[in-house]
C-alpha cells in the first residue's frame, strides 16, 4: 500500500513480472505526548507544517514536537507520528431536544479541538418530525470560522426503527461520538445568536483535558489494542524509531527501551535512544556506560545533546538529539544510499544546532568502541574515521551487526524482499512460483551487485536464493506458507548472511538462519562442495 497526494491508501499490484520495489530507508516514527491530533493511529507527514497543522506544533509539556522540528530541520523527509495520552478528557458538544439534550463528545481528547455542531430541518418533510440534518465541523480555535474538517449528516432520526438512526449512521465518524442517553424527540434548530434567525452553530464545551505527563506505561501501550508503540501496526515500511524523553528532566525508562527495541526487531527497524540526561560530559558518558546494559543489534545512539533554538523560550535549549540524527541520516542516504559501497561521509548537523559538549577525539574513540556515536558540527580532515555504531558492541554473533551501515543495509534487504515477495502468498502451490521467485530475488541482487553493494565479489560468492522441495515441507504446504531462504555476503570473504523468509495470507516471517540446518541432501556433489565450504561459517 501507498499514500497517495490526498492521503488516501493506494493498493500496489506486485507480482513476478515486478521488480523488487528499494524501500525507504530513513522513514522514522515518533511516539509521544502531543497538543492534538488522532491518538494511537500513525499519521504520515511530510513536514514540519503538516506536523503543525494534525498535531498542533510545538508544546512545552512534551518534547516530540521539538524532536520532528529538529528532524525535518536536519534533513528528514517522512515521519509517522503516534499520539499517546495519559487520562486526557475529550470536549463535549450539548444540543436541545425537548426537555432532554443530545450529547456528543470529540473523538480525539484535548483542550486543542475545538468542535461545533449544526442543525437544521432542510428539505424535510414536515410530517417527519424525528428526522433532522447535522452538520459538525472542527475550527482551528474557539469562536474562528477557519474550518479544518466538516462532516454532514442528511436526514438523520430518532427512531431506532430508521435505517438513519443517529448511533448508527454517526459510527464512521471521524469527529463525535454519542455519550448518555439517546432523546426521544430530534434536537432543536440551532439558530443565529446575533439575529436568532438564520442557521448557527453551538461551539463545545470547555471540558477538555489534556491529561498527566505520559509514563513509560502509556508509551508501551498494548500490543492487543494497538496502543502505544504497538500502534505501529498500523504504519507500514518505517525504518528509526523514535521516543523522545517524558519531560525536560525525566528520561524514557529502560521497560519502554526495551519492549520497543524488541518490537524494532519484529518490524526490521532501529530503535534511536537518547543518551541519558545525566551524560552531560563524554567523561560522565564513559563512566555511564560501565553501567548501560543494553547491547542491541537494532539500537544506536549518538552522544551528546543537541543544542537548538527553543522557540516558545525565546533561548538557545538542550535537547535530546534523536529527531537531530534521524534527520541527519535522512540527508546522507539521499546523497549516498545504503546500498552503494562507498566511504560515506559522518553526518553532520546543520547551521543552527551544535552539540551540547565538546568531545576530545581521545573520547570519541572510547565512545565508539563501546557502540555509541558522537555528533558532529564540523567535518575535519584529521579528525580519525570512525564507521558509526548499533549499540552491538560486540555482543552479537555476527561482527557485521557492530556497525550501523552493515545492519542497515542488510534490514533494507530483507525489507525489500519480504515486500516485495508478498504476491507469492497468493500462490496455489510452492512448486508453482518457485522458479519466478527466484528469478526476481535474483535480479533484485544483481542490481545491488552492479551498483558495489558487495563490493569486488563475484556474483555467485555476494548472494544465492533457494526456492525448491529442500526448503519446503508436508507442514509448510499444508498450512499454504512459501518458504525461501537467501543469503548475501557478510563482512569477511566467503561469509554469508542467511534467511529464511516466508510468506502466507496472514504474515511475513523473517528468521536467521544456517544452511547447514537445512536439509540439503538433494544437492549435486559440486553443489555439496561449495555449501561445506560456507556452511560451517554460518551462524544463527
Not at 23 to 37: D, E, H, I, Q, Y
Not at 232 to 258: E, M, T, W, Y
Not at 352 to 371: K, Y
Not at 392 to 416: H, V
Request: hydrophobic fraction near 40%.
Amino acid at each position: 500500500m501507498k499514500l497517495n497526494k490526498l492521503g488516501i491508501q493506494v493498493a500496489v499490484e506486485r507480482g513476478p513480472d515486478h521488480s523488487i520495489e528499494h524501500l525507504p530507508t530513513a522513514r522514522s516514527a515518533f511516539v509521544g505526548r502531543t497538543l492534538r491530533g488522532p491518538v494511537n493511529r500513525p499519521v504520515l507527514t511530510k513536514s514540519f507544517a503538516e506536523f503543525q497543522h494534525a498535531f498542533g506544533g510545538l508544546w512545552q509539556p512534551s518534547l516530540l514536537g521539538y524532536a520532528v522540528e529538529q528532524f525535518f530541520d536536519n534533513g528528514g523527509r517522512e515521519a509517522f507520528i503516534v499520539r499517546v495520552v495519559n487520562g486526557a478528557r475529550a470536549v463535549t458538544l450539548t444540543l436541545k431536544a425537548g426537555a432532554q439534550l443530545l450529547r456528543l463528545q470529540a473523538l480525539r481528547p484535548g483542550t486543542r479541538e475545538y468542535l461545533r455542531a449544526s442543525v437544521d430541518f432542510d428539505n424535510i418533510p414536515i410530517d417527519e418530525e424525528s428526522s433532522f440534518n447535522l452538520t459538525v465541523q472542527r475550527i482551528r480555535a474557539q469562536g474562528t470560522a477557519q474550518v479544518e474538517d466538516q462532516e454532514i449528516f442528511r436526514r438523520l432520526s430518532v427512531l431506532p426503527s430508521n435505517e438513519r438512526y443517529f448511533p448508527r449512521a454517526i459510527e464512521q465518524s471521524a469527529l463525535i461520538r454519542l455519550i448518555g442517553q439517546m432523546p426521544g424527540e430530534r434536537p432543536e434548530r440551532t439558530l443565529d445568536a446575533a439575529s436568532g434567525l438564520a442557521v448557527g452553530y453551538v461551539n463545545s464545551n470547555s471540558d477538555g483535558d489534556d491529561g498527566a505527563p505520559l509514563t513509560d506505561y502509556d508509551l508501551i501501550g498494548s500490543r492487543h489494542d494497538h496502543s502505544g508503540i504497538f500502534a505501529l501496526h498500523h504504519a507500514q515500511d518505517f525504518n528509526f524509531l523514535c521516543i523522545p524523553p517524558l519531560s525536560r528532566d525525566k528520561d524514557v525508562g529502560p521497560s519502554a527501551l526495551l519492549v520497543a527495541a524488541r518490537y524494532c526487531k519484529e518490524r526490521r527497524a532501529l530503535l534511536i535512544i537518547d543518551p541519558p540526561s545525566n551524560w552531560q560530559t563524554a567523561d560522565e558518558a564513559l563512566a555511564g556506560l560501565r553501567d548501560w546494559n543494553f547491547p542491541n543489534e537494532n539500537a544506536l545512539m549518538y552522544f551528546p545533546r543537541v543544542l537548538a533554538h527553543d522557540k516558545l523560550r525565546g533561548h538557545f535549549e538542550s535537547f535530546a538529539p534523536c529527531g537531530a540524527v534521524a534527520g541527519m541520516l535522512a540527508r546522507c542516504d539521499e546523497i549516498s544510499p545504503v546500498w552503494l559501497l562507498t566511504e560515506r561521509e559522518e553526518p553532520i548537523l546543520r547551521p543552527g544546532f551544535r552539540p551540547a559538549c565538546l568531545v576530545g577525539e581521545d573520547r570519541r574513540i572510547r565512545l565508539a568502541s563501546l557502540g555509541v556515536n558522537t555528533i558532529q558540527a564540523i567535518r575535519s580532515p584529521g579528525r580519525v574515521g570512525l564507521r558509526p555504531r548499533t549499540l552491538a558492541a560486540g555482543n552479537t554473533a555476527s561482527a557485521d551487526w557492530r556497525y550501523l551501515p552493515a545492519r542497515r543495509l542488510a534490514l533494507f534487504i530483507l525489507n525489500s524482499i519480504g515486500g516485495g515477495t508478498r504476491w507469492i502468498a497468493e500462490a496455489s502451490s510452492p512448486a508453482g512460483v518457485a522458479d519466478s521467485l527466484v528469478a526476481q530475488v535474483r535480479i533484485f541482487f544483481e542490481g545491488l551487485h552492479a551498483a558495489g553493494t558487495f563490493g569486488p565479489r563475484p556474483a555467485d560468492d555476494a548472494f544465492f536464493v533457494i526456492c525448491d522441495e529442500r526448503i519446503h515441507s508436508t507442514w509448510a504446504e499444508a498450512s499454504n506458507e512459501v518458504h525461501f531462504v537467501i543469503g548475501f555476503a557478510a563482512g569477511r570473504e566467503h561469509e554469508f548472511h542467511c534467511f529464511r523468509i516466508s510468506q502466507s495470507a496472514a504474515s511475513l516471517k523473517i528468521q536467521p538462519v544456517s544452511l547447514n540446518r537445512l536439509n540439503f541432501s538433494q544437492y549435486s556433489p559440486a553443489e555439496l562442495e561449495w555449501v561445506d565450504g560456507i556452511a560451517s561459517q554460518l551462524q544463527n
